[in-house]
């Protein structure tokens, strides 16, 4: 079929072309692959969860000398064709309660439940892998993740680290030796919710809290002070100040913050010369509710340059749907295009009408400051599984979780699609402590993939926005 174009618009959109047509868009995305990590997994490291209350869904916390893995914010091809790395956020939601919960990325190797034509074959799990190798582990061990840390002393405010007791709770609890002697980041530090990997092979993080940019080696080592957000105003916004600041910045003082708490770089991108970041935010810049008068809808794109680590003065706004409250995520399908999740906070058991979508968000041709274009391209909240891969004896799939943050296009037809599981948050699906479920997407036209360069003299590392593979 005719590739996802700039301005098309996919059946999902059309809404008005009767029951018929409908019911035919509800079929045009299908599951094709279905793996799922238990709530309880976890991988070696310092007591986390002393901050974050009793627990819930029967797993109770601190978990003494281990780490969540858990909250998975961010996805990336990994070594091998079968495996990925993945981001988890700062731990358990807050800066307040995370201050023991390590930065990381594992790598691991989903073993699918898919349909081979004649019966559903795979085991449906997902497996620890060798961080390096893709290989195959039997347990999340100090093999399957790196660690961030900051051993060179480049950021430019007070971590954990530098600290004598956790700055959580009463300030009595030791910071465990661990993190003290690596300069381990932790997630009273950031709140990261993408990543992409540049040319060079760094890792770039987008974080919550600053909000941030956040450059570290292949190894998560801390190479460079993080970037501030500078304020970039909008066409017909009354937002003033010289930077955007969110109420956890460590630099805001007694200065008044100008975006929500935790809505910074919930989503960004990396276009396919792996130069430019395009980072978007989770909440709206105070004054920009003055564009087109609407309220807390108006979410800021803006364009970071790689090699000169600025801003660019292109700069664009995406708006939230009716029903939408949030963005989980953002990735680039070619130098124009962008696939983003949109949400609303409602489960299949919290009440009211849960709300989880993917668009292809398009800048072609939009003047700076000017919304970009959006059109529908996957409910997930109502996908085609004919072969009821993931065994709840429904043939459609939904997807009811709060959050659903990591995006990857695996080919022009195929996304990769992960909850962050909130760990130990309960109510996607049940009263339990919700799982992670990693979902094939096979989409019923294929997109405008553009893919990434490695025809440049630099470094030939990949997987920017997944397409690649890294070599580390």
């Known amino acids: ?116 034509g004649a019966a559903v074959t795979g085991s449906g799990t997902v497996r620890a892998a060798d961080f390096r190798s893709g290989r195959a582990l039997a347990d999340f061990d100090e093999r399957s993740f790196i660690t961030l840390s900051d051993p060179g002393r480049k950021l430019g405010f007070d971590i954990v680290a530098n600290m004598t007791f956790y700055p959580n709770g009463a300030n009595d609890v030791p910071v465990d030796p661990a993190i003290k002697a690596g300069r381990l980041l932790t997630g009273a530090d950031f709140d990261m919710e993408e990543v992409r990997v540049d040319r060079k092979g760094h890792f770039w993080f987008g974080d919550e809290f600053g909000p941030f940019l956040v450059e570290t080696d292949a190894r998560g080592r801390v190479v460079r002070a993080e970037v501030k957000t500078p304020n970039i105003v909008p066409p017909g916004s009354l937002a003033s100040g010289a930077e955007v600041r969110s109420p956890q910045n460590p630099y805001l003082g007694s200065a008044t913050p100008n975006l929500g708490g935790s809505r910074g770089f919930e989503g960004m991108a990396i276009n396919p010369a792996g130069s430019r970041l395009y980072t978007l935010l989770e909440g709206t810049v105070t004054g920009d509710n003055a564009i087109n008068g609407t309220v807390n ?14 801003y660019a003065d292109n700069h664009w706004l995406y708006q939230l749907e009716a029903e939408g409250t949030n963005i989980g995520a953002m990735t680039a399908i070619n130098d124009h295009q962008f696939l983003v999740i949109e949400r609303n906070g409602a489960t299949a058991t919290g009440g009211g009408t849960p709300f989880k979508k993917i668009y292809v968000a398009d800048i072609n041709g939009v003047a700076n400051g000017g919304f ?89 590392h990949d997987g920017r926005d997944g397409h690649g593979t890294h070599r580390r």
């Not at 999902?12 to 995305?29: E, I, R, V, Y």
């Not at 109502?382 to 990857?408: K, M, Q, R, W, Y």
């Open 297 to 310: 809808k108006n979410l800021r794109i803006n364009a970071f340059d790689i090699k000169s680590r600025r």
């Open 372 to 460: 970009a274009k959006k059109s529908e391209l996957v409910d997930l909240m109502n996908i085609a599984d004919p072969h009821d891969l993931n065994g709840d004896g429904s043939t459609t799939f939904t997807f009811p979780f709060v959050t659903i943050e990591s995006v990857l296009i695996l080919d022009p037809t195929t996304l990769l699609v992960i909850n962050d599981n909130n760990y130990p948050g309960t109510g996607g699906r049940n009263a339990n402590s919700d799982d992670t479920e990693f979902l094939k997407i096979r989409l019923d036209q294929p997109l405008a993939v553009k893919a990434f360069d490695d025809d440049k003299d630099d470094d030939k």
């Open 1 to 116: 079929m005719k590739p996802y174009a700039s301005g098309s618009t996919s059946l999902f959109a059309l809404t008005t072309l009767g029951a018929a047509l409908l019911a035919m868009s509800a079929s045009a995305a299908e599951l094709t692959g279905f793996a799922l990590l238990p709530a309880n997994t976890f991988s070696p490291g310092p007591t986390s969860g002393q901050f974050a209350g009793a627990g819930a869904g029967g797993n109770p916390l601190p978990l003494v000398g281990k780490q969540p893995v858990q909250g998975v914010s961010s996805v990336l091809k990994g070594p091998t064709p079968r495996s990925f790395y993945v981001m988890t956020d700062n731990g358990f939601g807050a800066k307040t309660n995370s201050a023991d919960t390590l930065l990381r990325i594992y790598a691991l190797r989903p073993e699918f439940r898919t349909w081979n």
